[in-house]
């Protein structure tokens, strides 16, 4: 629930049902939200290393190459995938 939906709940008076019909949202979720009095879900998002990074420089280093080439004479996603299977 952002900020805009906590304004319209205080400064027009709006029902509940009536943000949850406007944003999407649960009536549970958005009484959640008005009862802790913040506007944004707090998690933890871990950090964690992309699936790409062990071939980001073999890829760079392929697009590079593929891009003064022509359209025909480029290699596909399944030709750069091939290569790193290979």
């Not at 944004?40 to 980001?56: G, N």
């Amino acid at each position: 629930m952002d900020r805009q939906t906590r304004t319209q709940k205080i400064g027009h008076s709006l029902s509940i049902r009536e943000i949850a019909r406007r944003t999407g949202l649960s009536r549970n979720t958005i009484r959640k939200y008005l009862r802790l009095g913040t506007v944004q879900p707090e998690f933890k998002v871990p950090d964690r290393p992309s699936k790409l990074d062990p071939y980001a420089e073999k890829l760079a280093a392929w697009l590079k190459t593929d891009a003064g080439k022509s359209r025909k004479q480029r290699r596909t996603l399944k030709q750069f995938h091939a290569d790193l299977v290979a």
